[in-house]
C-alpha cells in the first residue's frame, strides 16, 4: 500500500483492556506491508491475547470493544473487516535486521484466520508465530493509547523499531545502521515509491521522526552513513524523556528526576556538571561548541564521551583545580584527547574487521551453497532424461576433443558424469547454457542473498575505509 497517511476517526477518550502489546523483536522488524489501521489492530489482537498464547490457538475478542481501542466511534464494521482480511492474507519476512542474533530466517501470515460473528470477533495465530510471541527474548512493549496517535504508518513502524532498541535501564538505545534497502523493505516501500533518497528522506524518515518527537516520550535523531556522496544507511539513536499525559498541563516539568534524564545529561552531571548547565550543553548540542572548532564533528554523543574521558584522565594526573570549568571550556574549545581516540580508532577497526570477517564467510557459505544447488539440479535435470544427458555429453565432446579422454564408452552419460568431476563441471555449465529458465529460480534466489551481504560489506568497507578521517 502506498499510502502512508490515513483518515482515521478520533479516537474515543476512555481505552478499557490491555494497554500495550509486547512484542517479539521479529515480529517488529517485518516488511512494513501494512497500513497504519492494520498495523494498530494487530497490536491490539496480540495485546488482547498475550495472556493467553500459551495455552489457547483460538482467541476472542468483542468487536465493540475492538473498534473502540482502535478508536473507531462509528458501528460501521467495514473498515475492521478489510484490516483483518489484509492481516491474513498479509505474508511476511520476519527478523529483517537479526537483532535475536539468530540465523533463522521466517515467512507467515500476521493472522491465520479472522471470524465475526454476533459481535465477537475470533482469531488465530499461525503456530510459530504464536510461539514466538509468546516467549520475547527481547520485547518491546506498545502502548497502545500511544499508537492512536499516530496518522502515519511509517512513523508507527519506525515508533516500534526504536522502542525495539531502547535500553530501559538507561533511557537510551540506538539501532544499528540499517542498509537503505533493508529500511525500504521495512517501511514496506516498492522499488518505484520514493525512488530518490531526498524523497524517500522527506517523506519515510524525516517526517516520522517529527511525528514521533511530536506525540511520543521518545526522542529521535538520525544519523546517515555514506559512501562517496551516496547515502547508503541510516541509524536511529534514542532517548527516553518522560511519559506523555494525556492533557499537556498535567505533564510537569521536563525531567524530574534523574531517571528521566536523557543519558548524555546524566552523563554530564555525573562528570560534575550542574543540571541546568548539562541541559544547556544537551540542548544546544554542536551549537554549544566555538563554531571554529565544530566543522569536522558529526556526533555529538561520542564527542561529549571523548571530553569526560580527558577530564577523568586529567583529575587522575591532579591536574584540575575547577573541574566543572575545565570540562565546559573542554567542550567548548574541542580539547583534544588523542589516548581517546587512538581508544576509539581500535576499537572501531576491531568491530568493523571482525564483522567484515563474519560477512565474508557468510558470502562464501551462500556460493557454497549456491554451487551445491545448482549441481543438484543438473543431476536431476540428467537423471530425468538419459537421451538428452547423452546429447549434451555428446555436444561437449564435439566442440572441445580435450575431453574425449575423459569419456569411458562402456558408460552411460550419467555415469560419465557422476565419475568424472572434470566432465561434471563442464556439463553443468553447458546445460546452464542450454537451459537458462530451468536455474532461474535458483539464481534469484540466491542473487538477492549475496546481493543484500554484499551490501552490507560495502557499508562496513565504505567506513573501514573512512574510519580515520573519523577520528
Known sequence: MSDDRQNLPEPVPEIVGPSSAIKHSAAIQIENSISLLQRRTWNVLLANAYDELAEREVHTIKVQHLMNV???????????KEALKALAGCTVEWNLLGKDGTERWGVTALLAQAEIESGICTYAYSPVLRRRLHNPNMYAKIS?????RFNSKHALALYELCLDYLFEARNYGETPFIPITTF???MGLDDGIYPTFKRLNQRVIKEPVEEINDVTDLNVRVEYRRKGRKVVAVKFRIWCTVELAEKPELQGELFPDRSQLPPLV???????????????????GFDYVNPDKRSHRTDFVRYISEKIDLLHRRQRE????????????????????????????ARMRQVISQDLTTLLKEKETI???????????????????AERAQSILDAVVQSNPFYRSYVDRKKTALENYEDRPLLAGVINHQLRTDYPETFDKIEREFKGKLSEVGEKIAVLEAERDSSISKF
Open 70 to 80: 482502535l478508536g473507531f466511534e462509528s458501528k460501521n464494521e467495514r473498515y475492521l
Open 144 to 148: 497502545l493509547s500511544i499508537q492512536k
Open 184 to 186: 525500504r523493505r521495512l
Open 266 to 284: 546524566a552523563d554530564l552531571i555525573e562528570a560534575g556538571l550542574p543540571k541546568q548547565e548539562a541541559m544547556t550543553v544537551y540542548e544546544q
Open 318 to 345: 591532579g591536574k584540575i583545580k575547577n573541574p566543572v570549568g575545565f570540562l565546559l571550556e573542554a567542550i567548548r574549545e574541542d580539547y583534544t584527547n588523542f589516548e581517546f581516540e587512538a581508544r576509539e580508532r
Open 367 to 385: 556460493e557454497q551453497v549456491y554451487q551445491e544447488a545448482v549441481e543438484r539440479a543438473c543431476a536431476r535435470f540428467l537423471k530425468d532424461d
